[in-house]
């Protein structure tokens, strides 16, 4: 049974930082793919990040590139969001998400079988 529980959200200033961490249960990390959703009320799922266990590949979106880093702890079964130079189009829900099933991670939501509950980030101008 696979169990996704984020934490890390909460409110910071435009330009600051913020990590989020997802501990996961029922898979390994090293063998599957998990990565980071958001969402905004009234808007669409925005895929944000995902690793690929296997081979360690990484995709970020083009709105956080040079930004935020995904990363694993293989030890922990936890993978973290480090979020950097945040801005306030950044505010939304975020998603810790898994796919058990996939060989290599793309940011499509409909991919993704497992999901977390949402962690608020808040970040104001």
């Known amino acids: 049974d696979v169990q996704l529980q984020a934490s890390g959200g909460g409110m910071v200033q435009a330009g600051g930082s913020l990590r989020l961490s997802c501990a996961a249960s029922?898979?390994?990390?090293?063998?599957?793919?998990i990565g980071w959703f958001r969402q905004v009320p009234g808007k669409e799922r925005e895929g944000v990040s995902c690793?690929?266990?296997?081979?360690?590949?990484?995709l970020h979106a083009d709105s956080v590139k040079g930004r935020f880093t995904i990363s694993t702890d293989n030890t922990k079964n936890t993978v973290y969001l480090q979020m950097n130079s945040l801005k306030p189009d950044d505010t939304a829900a975020y998603y810790c998400?898994?796919?058990?099933?996939?060989?290599?991670?793309?940011?499509?939501?409909?991919?993704?079988?497992?999901w977390g509950q949402g962690t608020q980030v808040t970040v104001s101008s």
């Open positions: 690793i690929t266990g296997k081979n360690g590949s990484i």
């Open positions: 029922g898979f390994k990390l090293n063998e599957h793919i």
């Open positions: 998400v898994a796919d058990v099933y996939g060989d290599e991670c793309y940011l499509h939501w409909a991919l993704f079988d497992s």
